[in-house]
């Protein structure tokens, strides 16, 4: 890999966010996304281009690197399916989600299919355990209450470039609950 280095306005980003915290330290989960938005991922140069920046042991931005999932550890595809296989989803069919992309796809939890298009991930609780089993789509869109029919028709849209719509627990949609349960 070529030799890796922020802009001026990156490092100017990454001044702003380390104005927030006492420590240089604790803005590293921060700086990582920076990393990781310009790169795609944040591969160990990345994590060594992070801890000099912030002038912090690589040792600990490895350590925050590897803990979440959220952060790629190695180039991964252009949409990358967080499956949570965690408890409530677990018992919702999680696994039965998982084992159905991974035979559509062709591929195992942790791969990435040869095309560059999909990488699947088995992740621990997405905090939408109301609505499992569900996944989330390159750290962004949550696809709720899924089926395999709802897995299929994600994989087809997506293949025709067209994301899904957020399926979060949306606040409008739990104050039209509370609204219906009122009346
Ligand atoms: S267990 Fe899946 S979102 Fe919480």
Known sequence: MAELSFTEEELKEIEQLKAKFPTAKAATLQVLW?????????????????????????SHVHGVASFYTQYYKEEKGKFVLDVCTCLSCQLCGG????????????????????????????????????????????????????????????IDNLKNGKMPEFESMAMPELEKRNQAASE
Not at 96 to 117: P, R
Not at 118 to 138: D, H, K, N, R, W
Request: hydrophobic share 35%; proline share 4%.
């Open 34 to 58: 920076v990393a990781q938005r310009k790169y795609g991922h944040v591969e160990p140069e990345v994590q060594n281009l992070v801890a000099e920046t912030l002038d912090v042991p690589k």
């Open 95 to 154: 696994y039965d989600i998982l084992h159905h992309l991974e035979e559509k796809l062709g591929i195992e939890a942790g791969e990435t299919t040869d095309d560059g298009m999909f990488s699947i991930q088995s992740v621990e609780c997405l905090g939408a355990c109301g609505y499992a089993p569900m996944l989330q789509v390159t750290n962004g869109v949550y696809v709720n209450n899924l089926t395999k029919e709802k897995v299929d028709t994600l």
